[in-house]
């Protein structure tokens, strides 16, 4: 669906809570994590969805408010489990000017990112389709991501293992990022997703970018075939369930790693089609 399709004629009003820098300071990508006070109970969420947020204008063309959808980085209930909150993870954005090299900033995550606590954030949503926790316990979840696409991973993992205590299948999460600070929810800022570690069902496998200056994609296809022989025993059991969240760029690298490891791209995408009719494969995508 296009964003021009989403309707924005009730948004609601949240109060921000707290903005906090999850990425160091100095450090040219500025990623935080938001937690929004939600007006009333009606607006209910699960992991894998994702909220329109309006950034109020002017904005060109007399727009009065720029929408732009970001993942929901809190179980259902919210990071306190009192139902009256919601997180995201913005990155702060810019784009370039191809022809005078001049940037611009992106007007929702500098919306976003700029907010002081109290301020009011408009929201709309949620949208999309949940990470269904799989009915099993000993279902295996592989989890493939990078940047923000971190988001809903934080609030599936954590409504996983809060729900269900020990999961019993094998959890594990390929994430991707330009360095080590930028391992969000993993780095010295907030360990959130290094707290489950000590599970004995979950494993967390880094993938860094072999050029950051130069905007490389992380390497995710590597770290999967560093692992290639569980991943493969993974993917092929009816049991497994797998779920892809962030930049398409990644998205691509691990699609590369698949099809290497299925022997071609028509074995992997025919191999991913039948994981998908079973309901056992989720994205989450954008560019
Ligand atoms: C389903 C979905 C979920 C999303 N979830 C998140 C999320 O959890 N966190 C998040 O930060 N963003 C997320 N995004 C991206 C987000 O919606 C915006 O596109 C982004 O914040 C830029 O919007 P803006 O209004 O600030 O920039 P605009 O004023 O619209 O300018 C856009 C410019 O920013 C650049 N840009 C857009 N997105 C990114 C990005 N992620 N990283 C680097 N550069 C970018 C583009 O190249 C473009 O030049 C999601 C997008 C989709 C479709």
């Given at each position: ?32 994590h ?60 810019f ?44 279902a ?108 398409m ?28 009719a ?10």
């Amino acid at each position: 669906m296009r964003l021009s399709e989403y309707d924005v004629n009730n948004p609601y009003l949240t109060t921000l809570v707290s903005s906090e820098r999850i990425t160091p300071l100095g450090w040219e990508a500025e990623v935080r994590h938001l937690v929004l006070r939600l007006p009333d109970i009606a607006f209910q969420y699960v992991e894998g969805q994702s909220i329109g947020v309006l950034a109020p204008g002017p904005h060109e063309f007399g727009a009065t408010h720029h929408l732009r959808l970001y993942s929901i980085a809190s179980p259902r209930g919210g990071d306190d489990g009192r139902g009256d909150t919601i997180s995201i993870c913005v990155r702060r954005c810019f784009s370039i000017d191809d022809i005078s090299g001049e940037r611009y900033p992106g007007r929702a995550s500098h919306f976003l990112c700029d907010a002081n606590p109290g301020d009011i954030v408009p929201i709309t949503g949620p949208y999309g389709v949940q990470f269904e926790v799989p009915p099993r316990e000993d279902a295996n979840l592989l989890m493939v991501g990078a940047g923000t696409g971190i988001a809903p991973f934080r609030a599936f993992v954590k409504h996983i293992y809060q729900r269900h205590g020990a999961w019993k299948g094998k959890v594990r999460l390929f994430y991707g990022a330009k360095s080590g600070v930028e391992m969000l929810y993993m780095n010295d800022f907030r360990k959130d997703l290094a707290l489950y570690y000590e599970q004995s069902s979950f494993r967390a496998f880094e993938a860094i970018s072999p050029r950051p200056h130069y905007d490389a994609p992380p390497e995710i296809d590597r770290a999967v075939l560093d692992n290639a022989h569980e991943i493969w025993e993974m993917i092929q059991d009816p049991n497994t369930y797998v779920y892809v969240a962030g930049l398409m760029e990644a998205d691509k690298k691990f699609e590369l790693a698949m099809e290497k490891l299925a022997g071609s791209k028509d074995a992997w995408l025919d191999l991913k089609a039948s994981i998908a009719a079973d309901q056992r494969y989720a994205e989450l995508l954008y560019d």
